[in-house]
């Protein structure tokens, strides 16, 4: 798991840059609305979707393996008030914790950080594990298909740009190349940060993502030891093809 790339400014600028999409927020908080459960967010990150389900009275805890995320997480929560939500700094490809959860989700295809096929079982089965009996797992991955069909991307271009009304600014660029045969897109970061015109910090960094097929998603698992997998196609988030939405059963 990449954790390190999420430290420092990063964290701290994360939220800045996804500030418009709700979509994965919506869906998540709808299927979670009214939960009598205990939900685990997996790759919780700054609690994007963490602290709105909180917020609505369910139960919910939180792993992510990098720590400066976590403390964006929990100061966060504590601005808005709540309180009660556990958060554990473990990678999600080899975690154990001390309860056991009726739900667990990962979204924003970020299970799909985990580039190696060793590490993707291994989390499956750890979610498996921590789940009680009847419990459940959702998850949304994409194919970025875009990016397949241009293969590389040789200079850097812009794919976030946030302001504050501080006069501070972060600009997120991004180069890639895909390997195909691995079915892994590698992407090379440039981070710069401003304040009132004047580039105050830079960094370079890289990040991999691996996509699946649905039908190597279903094996995997199938692999993990689930007992049965529904594709919810229903999901405003999926879009067949293109993005795919997975319920799995203990």
């Known amino acids: 798991m990449q954790s390190q790339h999420y430290e420092g400014l990063i964290a701290e600028w ?17 299927v979670f609305k009214g939960f009598s459960g205990h939900i685990l967010e997996l790759a919780c990150g700054t609690g994007r979707l963490l602290l709105p389900i909180a917020g609505s009275g369910v139960a919910i805890d939180g792993l992510d393996s990098s720590r400066d995320v976590l403390g964006v997480l929990q100061r966060k929560a504590e601005n808005l008030g709540l309180k009660g939500i556990k958060v554990y ?11 056991r959860y ?23 089965r750890c979610v498996r594990r921590c789940l009680s009996d009847t419990g459940f797992f959702i998850t949304d991955i994409f194919i970025p298909w875009a990016d397949i069909a241009e293969k590389k991307h040789d200079y850097y271009r812009v794919t976030r740009d946030a302001s ?18 691995e079915q892994i897109k590698h992407g090379a970061y440039r981070y710069e940060f401003y304040n009132q ?16 097929w649905k039908g190597e998603f279903l094996n995997l698992l199938n692999s993990a030891g689930f007992s049965k ?11 067949e093809g293109h993005s795919f939405v997975f319920k799995a059963f203990k």
Request: charged share 30%; net charge negative; aromatic share 12%.
């Open 229 to 239: 997998t529904e594709i919810l196609t229903d999901s405003p988030l999926y879009q």
């Open 164 to 181: 504050r009304q501080d006069g501070t600014r972060s600009i997120v660029l991004e180069r890639f190349d895909i390997n195909i045969p």
């Open 102 to 124: 009726d739900a667990v989700f990962i979204a924003a295809g970020s299970f799909q950080l985990l580039t190696s096929k060793e590490d993707a079982l291994n989390s499956l």
């Open 197 to 212: 015109r004047q580039l105050t910090a830079c960094i370079l960094d890289d990040l991999s993502i691996r996509w699946y």
């Open 89 to 99: 700094n473990q990678p999600m490809e080899k975690f154990a914790l001390p309860a």
């Open 14 to 30: 994360y939220d800045d840059w996804l500030k418009d999409r709700k979509d994965d927020i919506d869906y998540y908080s709808s």
